[in-house]
């Protein structure tokens, strides 16, 4: 190899490391200046959701689908109450989205159910490498602090009058519940097949005649993906890349939903939705 060469490489090997280095130092310090922005929220008294400890977690794109349906719903309703149940609320990003579209629709007339256990759920024993983001919720979840984010998010957002936390696994809590008394479900606590299977199978007891069933995480559909690699992932992995369409999705999810509605549901940027009638279960249009 020729000196100049060798000397080009080397140069390029150092620029290289130097970018990696500055983005390092860049991301160190953009996350100091969030931490400080999180613990001024809590001593503030104002709500928090940003990346530290993941307190977001209801996707921007999703949430224009999960209003439209309480408002669509809401409309029909002669000044009666609309009951939500959610199973897995974490920081509260999305209980306070509904608890927030039942006072803008319904003029608070209404509550939003919290089923949560807020304790480590992912077994980091089955899988080969967690993702830093899994590893980052489950430390959050071990120190309460993801419980105690979501306490101080209800009440500084001035929702807590409607928001009622129930903390225990939903196998616990949901046999508690009386039937037909929630005008709305929606799924998206684990994404273990088995665990999914056995939320929707409660929230069907649960819903009354005409209620919505709904959840998220359905980045594609039962159809759509190779169902051999789905199945051994299902209650390992939380999230893997589907060998067919080359997109990343949640096979707990994607089995569960397809096998307990036998076939396509309602979808709209991963948030899923059905309606449960005498006869079964019916599409919902949200365009
Ligand atoms: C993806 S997070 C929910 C995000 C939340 N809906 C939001 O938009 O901010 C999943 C939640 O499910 C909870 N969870 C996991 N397994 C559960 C179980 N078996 N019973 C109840 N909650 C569970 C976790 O504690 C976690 O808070």
Not at 71 to 96: F, N, P
Not at 114 to 131: H, T
Not at 148 to 167: C, E, G, V
Request: hydrophobic share 35%.
């Amino acid at each position: 190899m020729s000196k100049t060469n060798s000397d080009s490489k080397c140069r390029s090997r150092k620029v290289r490391r130097s970018w990696f280095k500055t983005r390092r130092i860049k991301k160190k310090i953009q996350y100091l200046f969030e931490l400080i922005r999180y613990k001024g929220c809590l001593y503030t008294g104002k709500p928090y959701f940003g990346p530290v400890i993941a307190a977001a977690q209801a996707w921007k794109y999703r949430k224009p689908y999960m209003n439209k349906i309480v408002e669509l719903e809401v409309s029909k309703l002669k000044g009666e109450r609309y009951e939500i149940l959610e199973i897995g609320s974490w920081a509260g990003d999305s209980a306070i989205l509904w608890a927030n579209a039942i006072k803008k629709f319904n003029n608070g007339n209404g509550s939003v159910t919290c089923v949560d256990q807020w304790k480590p759920y992912i077994d980091l024993g089955k899988r080969d490498k967690a993702s830093p983001v899994i590893s980052r919720m489950e430390k959050a979840l071990v120190k309460e602090r993801i419980f105690n984010l979501f306490l101080h998010n209800i009440a500084t957002s001035k929702l807590n009058d409607i928001i009622r936390p129930y903390k225990g696994s939903s196998d616990e809590v949901l046999i508690t519940l009386r039937d037909n008394r929630f005008n709305l479900a929606f799924v998206d606590g684990s994404h273990a097949y088995s665990h999914v299977i056995r939320d929707l199978e409660n929230c069907r007891r649960l819903l009354c005649d005409g209620g919505i069933l709904c959840g998220d995480d359905l980045e594609l559909q039962k159809h759509e993906v190779d169902v051999k690699v789905a199945e051994e992932n299902k209650d390992i992995e939380d999230c893997i890349q589907d060998p067919k369409t080359g997109e990343y999705f949640h096979p707990g999810v994607t089995l569960a939903v397809g096998e307990f509605f036998g076939g396509e549901v309602s979808c709209f940027e991963g948030f899923w939705v059905a309606r449960k009638t005498n006869s079964g279960w019916q599409r919902v249009n949200l365009a």
